[in-house]
């Protein structure tokens, strides 16, 4: 059981290294133009959006943007309410990853790994990004072969097997198991990653796939909340915005959970892909939605959190 875990552990560490190295080369590349971007195209929660998921689909993070945004909300370079469509937009944006993973890339790992190493050796900037994206896609499908291999050997691990099988029986502990597990690993894209995983040995069944992903979107928030603490009082607001946000989408779409699953199955039979799909659909909807909304929803967390924020 030790090793099962050690390995996992081992694999979960080239996810989120991959996903680092690759988000380093393409900051390198991008950030001068991404800040000025989110500094001055933001002005609309339409261009909020829009922009928050060129970002987040370019820094594979929407936890990174968040970051950044309440970065720039504490410094003053950004209000409260322009953040609202930004975080509309990280939703979207981080989905994208989870498409990416669904490509069959086994025979590509190598050579992207090989090639990345040597460019990282380099000392042009361009090709040492270049060479940080490739290495860093090469980790993460190495991770996301592990997740699959290790899938069957984790259920054999008593609390594992439990929190599975507890959750495929209830969507409520699926959020719940998505929430703890984002909140800890801090990262939605590796829980999705990790699910995809068991999905594909018929571990998971869909519904309760759909219900982690949904708990994934929360426990991401965990993040920027963190970044928050000891910021001003917009930056704080801005952090309670995407906890509200998310909370309310999943609440949103709780109920339809089985009609989701049931449209992915008409996409397409691949079980990863189908929850791939569904994630997308799910932000995609939820941005939408909110979005005309954005003003009220602004003036709603002013209203409950601006005396303690």
């Not at 690759?22 to 590349?29: A, D, F, P, V």
């Amino acid at each position: 059981m030790i090793e099962i875990i050690t390995l996992f552990a081992v694999f979960l560490a080239i996810f989120i290294y991959g996903m680092t190295v690759m988000r380093i080369g393409l900051y390198n590349l991008s950030h001068q133009k991404l800040r000025v971007i989110l500094l001055k195209m933001t002005n609309t929660p339409f261009k909020g959006m829009l922009i928050g998921t060129i970002v987040t689909a370019i820094l594979q993070s929407s936890s990174a943007v968040m970051v950044i945004t309440i970065g720039f909300i504490a410094a003053g370079l950004l209000s409260f309410k322009q953040s609202i469509g930004i975080i509309l937009g990280t939703n979207i944006g981080t989905t994208l990853t989870a498409e990416f993973l669904t490509f069959d890339l086994f025979y590509s790992i190598f050579p992207l790994l090989i090639i990345g190493a040597i460019l990282l050796l380099t000392n042009h900037l361009v090709s040492f990004s270049s060479g940080a994206m490739l290495f860093g896609l090469g980790c993460l499908f190495v991770a996301m072969n592990g997740f699959e291999n290790l899938a069957d050997p984790l259920m054999t691990i008593p609390v594992v097997h439990t929190s599975i099988a507890l959750a495929n029986e209830n969507g409520l502990i699926g959020i719940g198991l998505g929430t703890l597990l984002t909140a800890i690993i801090q990262s939605s894209t590796a829980t999705t990653g990790i699910i995809m995983g068991f999905m594909s040995e018929n571990l998971v069944t869909l519904p309760s796939g759909i219900a982690i992903i949904f708990g994934a979107n929360i426990g991401t928030c965990i993040t920027a909340f963190i970044a928050s603490i000891g910021a001003n009082k917009e930056a704080k607001l801005a952090a309670y915005a995407h906890i509200w946000l998310n909370i309310l989408g999943v609440t949103l779409f709780f109920p339809f959970i089985s009609f989701l699953g049931k449209f992915a199955e008409a996409l397409t039979s691949l079980p990863d892909v189908q929850l791939a799909h569904v994630s997308l659909i799910f932000n995609l909807l939820s941005s939408i939605i909110a979005l005309p909304l954005a003003g009220l929803l602004a003036a709603f967390i002013v209203r409950i959190h601006g005396k303690t924020a």
